[in-house]
Structure formats: C-alpha cells, structure tokens
C-alpha cells in the first residue's frame, strides 16, 4: 500500500487505515457516542472481517487527530461539523477529504486514494453469518420475553405461554415470534436488530420472503432493537412498523427481483414499543 506523510503516530497513514476511518466515521452517531458504546460497536459491528477491532480504535485516533473528532466532555465524543459533510460524500471523494483533512496535500490525497484498493461497504456475502445469528438470537428472546410478560400482567399466563420462537424451526415463516394478543389471534412479528444504534435511523436488513409476508398478513409487523452492548441486558426495542411502510425504502425490480436488501429507516416512521396484545 501506498503511504505519506501525515499526522499519524508514527508518521505515514496507508490506504487501508483511511478506509478504517471513514468506516469509524459512518459508526458515530451524529451526536456523538460515550467510549463504551463506540468500544461495543467496534465489537459487534458487521465489516465483512475486514476490520478489527484495534483497527477501528486506532482509525478513531485518526479522526481525532485530523479535528474530524473531539471530547465532549468526560467520556463522550462528538463530532465535528466536517465529519457529517465527509459521511454525506460517496466513499471516493470521503476517503480524499479524509486524506486531506490529515494534512495531504491534494495531489497526493488523490494519488493516494486511486491508489489504493477501493474498500466498497461489506456486503451480505461477507458478513460473518455466526455474528448475525448471535446478534438476531438476542433481538428475539429479548422481545419474546417482552410480549410473554405483557400478556402475563395482563392475566392471561396461558396465552403467554403460547409465544413462540418459530424462527428456532424455519426460516421461511418470513417472520420470528408469532404472540397471541388477549383475543387469540396471532401478531406475527419479525426481528431486527441494530448493534450499532443511531438516534436518526434504523438500518436492517430483510428478506424478499419477510416484506411478501409482512405485505399480505395484516398482522404482520417488524420490530426493531437496539443493542449497545454484548448481552440481552442492552438490548433495547427501538419501535415498530408494518410491511406497507418499509415499501418507499425498498429497491426496485428492474433487471432482475431483488431477494435481500439493507433498508435504512427514518425512526420517525416507528411506533412505540411493539404491537400490543390489547387490539
């Protein structure tokens, strides 16, 4: 990889610690976030393994060093105005805003990102599948638990005792929990979980076979969590939504139908908690 000079540690900044960056970047919420969420997301977040963690933390120093970063005030930091202008870049012109940012010269910053080998955001393909199932195991227990106790308060313990994880069975039911509310019929919910958490949006992804069934069964409905840490004890729901709302933020079928897609959702479009028993 091609290096200069810069104001990193020791002195030269490569290809791959610009992209580490610009992946730090787009993990901080844009209010910024206290070192032990940041360190969990460093921990859980999915970059196709072509992160690690130590990479991610030092990438953070970078940004800091650059003026991209600051300290809020005791544990927290902040970002500056810059850095929300580089994450609305395409990764290109990001990575050479980055490198300028550092003290490159412009020239160089270009010649340095053309340079390198183009780092595109991890796809599904790369994702190691043993972290998104140990990550969406805690997401439905969690709500499991939830829609069990709520129709536990509400007197019915034999209703709460049929909530199920059908996901542990198939995949293919297109959603994970089927809960009954007071009346008997059955909420089908579907789980995501968000492990790194944004006060602005919600990015998940969902299967061609999740939104037919969340669009044609009416009481379908995705609910969404966050987790800021490595147990179902920081695991939060963000809010829900049915299927017809997930449709603007979907892609189109042109050449071909799309099977899996990365929706990212405004959090302004959930409603609190998750479907209640009481209809």
Known sequence: MDSVRSVTENGTVSYHQLCSALQVARLIDDDGNIDQV?????????????????????????????GLLRRGGGDR?????????????DDHQALIFLAISLGIE??????????????????????????????????EEFVKAACE??????GRDDLGKQVARVSLISDGFGYDISAPNIRGELRLLEIKTQCVPSSSQFRLYISRNEYEVGRTEANWALVCCDMAGASDG??????????????????????????EAMV?????????????AIP
């Not at 990212?264 to 209640?276: A, D, M, N």
């Open 106 to 139: 412009s020239p160089v910053a270009r010649r340095l990102v053309h340079k390198g080998e183009y780092s595109k955001p991890a796809n599904l393909a790369n994702i190691d599948p043993e972290a998104r199932a140990r990550i969406g195991a805690l997401g």
């Open 149 to 154: 106790a709520e129709l536990t308060d509400l």
């Open 264 to 276: 990212v959702l405004p959090r302004g479009v959930l409603l609190p908690g998750f479907p209640s």
């Open 77 to 89: 930091v902040v970002p500056d105005a810059r850095l929300a202008a580089m994450k609305a870049l």
């Open 38 to 66: 940041i360190h969990s997301t460093y921990v859980h977040a999915l970059t196709g393994g072509r992160y690690q963690i130590e990479s991610l933390s030092d990438a953070q120093q970078i940004l800091q060093r650059a």
């Open 234 to 259: 920081d695991i939060s729901i963000a809010g829900w939504c049915r299927g017809e709302t997930l449709g603007p933020y979907l892609p189109e079928d042109h050449n071909g139908r799309w099977t």
